[in-house]
């Protein structure tokens, strides 16, 4: 049987819509595409359409994550991937998703938009780890798509790559199995792209938003058997990708990985020192181990300090809406520079708030974390 076999017939028996991009190279006189002739001189090139998945790009990507080119769809940031799963694979009212809460909010909105269901099954445990088991025994015949993001938004926590094998074999010819990569370059983990041979039920989500640093520039990957890339291409908008933003990738991504994983060394190093000081901090309940770029960290108060460090010029992200997470806060790390000023800030906001609960804070100074570098 074939993947596809999971896709939406009426996906499979549209006409696509064929762009002029499409049909023939862009070289010699290009009378094709309706452009301008003309390229602005601030903007050389762009009175053309970009090329709709470019080959170098998808080849750069193919060599960074270890797969074959085809096996690459470049997208808007990998919320368009995304959002393409969802509409290639749900019927409207019928299918389902599932999710495993609290968890990366974007899966359930795609869903909702698409009018497809969403089946929950909640991480598990203090540390919200994914319960393979109770996955797997929710599994209905809808469920069209499994969304497993690791390390995993808001909490931090990886999920084993034989967790995802698991998940992967289990689901064979029922679900496909996608698994969100967007912070594994700070996890230092193995991608389940590796796993993608034995599996044609598994994707693969990665993006340059994060460890690469180019959010602005919105791409993202799907890593995926190549019938599923050519499904979703289907239903792509013609020119999903433009050019300066595929040319600031190409120029990152050809300077090699060695600033990436520069930053994501010290990403490690600033995120475990910030977790040490915010442990000893009155006010602070937990804090969630991560493998991510971000701490969530649990507080007395966590709504009011949230508040608190935005008039200060501090912004974090409240995610006291995620079930189990009512009094957390997602801190993302800075530049040590900007941990310090977070510590700086933070110390006395907490103290003012535990002082009736907690009498013996040290009365000055900003305690052990004063002169962290
Ligand atoms: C940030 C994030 C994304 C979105 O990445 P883009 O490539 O910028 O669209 C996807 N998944 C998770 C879990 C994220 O945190």
Known sequence: MSVLEL??????????????????????????????????????????????????????LAALYGVEPDQVLASRGSDESIDLLVRAFCRPLQDAVMICPPTFGMYAVSAEVQGAKILRVPLSGPDFTLDVDRVLAAVTPAVKLLFVCSPNNPTGGLVPLASVRHLASALAGRALVIVDEAYVEFAGAQSTATLLQQHDNLGVLRTLSKAWGLAGARIGALLAHAEVVDLLRRIMPPYPLPTPSVDAAMAVLGGGEGLMRKHVAVVATERESLRAALETMPGVR??????????????????????????????????????????????????????????????????????????EVPASGLGPWRGRS
């Open 286 to 359: 937990e804090v969630l181990p991560s493998r991510a770029n971000f701490l969530a960290v649990r507080f007395e108060h966590a709504v009011a300090i949230q508040r608190s460090l935005v008039r200060k010029g501090i912004v974090v992200r409240d995610v006291t809406r995620y079930p189990g997470l009512e009094d957390a806060l997602r801190i993302s790390i800075g530049t040590p520079a900007e941990n310090n000023r977070l510590l700086e800030v933070l110390y006395p906001l907490v103290r003012g708030q535990c002082e009736e609960v907690i009498p």
């Open 7 to 60: 896709a939406r017939g009426e996906i499979l028996a549209m006409q696509p819509y064929s762009s002029a991009r499409m049909e023939s190279s862009s070289h010699g006189v290009m009378l094709n595409a309706n452009e301008s002739p003309w390229p602005f001189p601030a903007a050389v090139g762009l009175n053309r359409y970009p090329e709709p998945q470019p080959m170098a790009l998808r080849s750069r």
